[in-house]
């Protein structure tokens, strides 16, 4: 356990690492050094690094989840699977150098070895029930009454992650994460708003932020108009769908740039409706547009960061609504977090 003064004011900070087998903590884990990242953009959205102490350790079986004591609270950070040690050779052979990652490693690793074949009509949370129990992970699946528009059919060798991002992202939800405990996550996509906002950072008097910012706006070339077409041959009807940005108060619309700038065209091999393609390529311009208002804020290290926060930012000249996408933070005293920031855009 590492213990820290927070730079945002006078909580008292501690860090805490258990070992982990078959989703019950058994025993402490003697970590000298970690560091935690999260990448909403990567595939394993969540990874850390550890320097510790390998005896007693099963590298095959055991996790080690990472808690943060702030005030004698007790926050997960994160439960990794561990990869083969590398010996630190600067410690004398005591310490051991482990790179770790969250359970979706265990759908990443784990492919299809022989074709997977779903029937049209079969419903997506079937599928996702099925695939998930195939990879002996556990998950609670929210009800979705989407169907397969037409037979389905994984090659051998198909990641059974990217199977279930794949349907996932053309049914407009989120690809699958991993929360603090290791548990598989699957959720419907929400434009992000002032309204979903979870998290604010404002300086002033015992502020957790740091007043240095970093400010980037990119407008080169970015689409405001979005066309997304589906016609796979085993689906009756050739569906297709346009969506253009013409709201006079968005900074990126036609309106605005006074030109059409056209997305590449977006191609989704299967579709539920007209309805779903049109909500697809909608989703797929807000995502194309958060890249112009990118900020990097530091703060004190803080809990309870996932995937794409919707967070209040107020410091100096920097005031709105930004969606996180990388976060990272060293356990370590006297430590800062890094988040990197885009900014919450009109359609």
């Known amino acids: 356990m590492n213990n820290t003064a927070s730079p945002g004011g006078s909580r008292k900070i501690s860090y805490k690492y258990m070992l982990v087998q078959n989703r019950i903590e058994t025993k402490p884990a003697y970590v000298a050094e970690c560091s935690i990242s999260y990448d909403s953009d990567a595939e394993i959205k969540r990874t850390a690094r550890f320097t510790l102490h390998p005896a007693g350790i099963d590298f095959l079986r055991d996790e080690i989840r990472v808690y943060m004591i702030v005030n004698d609270a007790e926050y997960c950070l994160g439960t990794f699977i561990l990869a083969t040690p590398?010996?630190?050779?600067?410690?004398?052979?005591?310490?051991?150098?482990?790179?770790?990652?969250?359970?979706?490693?265990?759908?990443?690793?784990?492919?299809?070895?022989?074709?997977?074949?779903?029937?049209?009509?079969?419903?997506y949370d079937v599928i996702f029930a099925d695939i998930l129990a195939s990879a002996g992970v556990e998950s609670i699946i929210p009800t979705i009454t989407d169907e397969l528009p037409a037979?389905?059919?994984?090659?051998?060798?198909?990641?059974?992650?990217?199977?279930?991002?794949?349907?996932?992202?053309?049914?407009?939800?989120?690809?699958?994460?991993?929360?603090?405990?290791?548990?598989?996550?699957?959720?419907?996509?929400?434009?992000?708003?002032?309204?979903?906002?979870?998290?604010?950072?404002?300086?002033?008097?015992?502020?957790?932020?740091?007043?240095?910012?970093?400010?980037?706006?990119?407008?080169?070339?970015?689409?405001?108009?979005?066309?997304?077409?589906?016609?796979?041959?085993?689906?009756?009807?050739?569906?297709?769908?346009?969506?253009?940005?013409?709201?006079?108060?968005?900074?990126?619309?036609?309106?605005?740039?006074?030109?059409?700038i056209v997305s590449e065209l977006y191609t989704p091999d299967y579709t539920t409706s007209q309805e779903m393609l049109d909500e697809y390529i909608r989703r797929k311009a807000y995502e194309s547009s958060l890249v112009f208002d990118k900020i990097q804020i530091t703060t004190a290290n803080m809990p309870g960061h996932g995937y794409r926060d919707i967070i209040r930012v107020e410091n100096g000249n920097i005031s709105g609504i930004y969606v996180e996408r990388t976060w990272q933070m060293d356990l370590s005293v006297g430590a800062l977090m890094s988040h990197s920031l885009v900014g919450v855009i009109s359609l």
Do not use: H
């Open 86 to 123: 590398t010996v630190n050779e600067n410690t004398g052979n005591a310490l051991a150098d482990v790179e770790a990652y969250d359970s979706t490693i265990i759908l990443q690793e784990d492919c299809f070895t022989e074709p997977k074949f779903y029937a049209a009509g079969t419903r």
């Open 151 to 260: 037979d389905r059919e994984f090659e051998i060798g198909t990641s059974k992650l990217s199977a279930l991002n794949e349907m996932l992202d053309e049914i407009n939800y989120n690809p699958i994460i991993a929360d603090e405990y290791g548990n598989i996550i699957i959720s419907k996509y929400v434009e992000p708003s002032a309204k979903t906002a979870t998290k604010e950072y404002t300086a002033g008097a015992g502020s957790v932020i740091s007043s240095e910012i970093i400010s980037e706006i990119d407008y080169y070339s970015i689409p405001n108009i979005f066309i997304a077409r589906c016609d796979n041959p085993d689906i009756d009807t050739i569906l297709y769908s346009k969506y253009v940005n013409d709201n006079p108060g968005s900074k990126l619309s036609t309106v605005a740039r006074g030109r059409n």
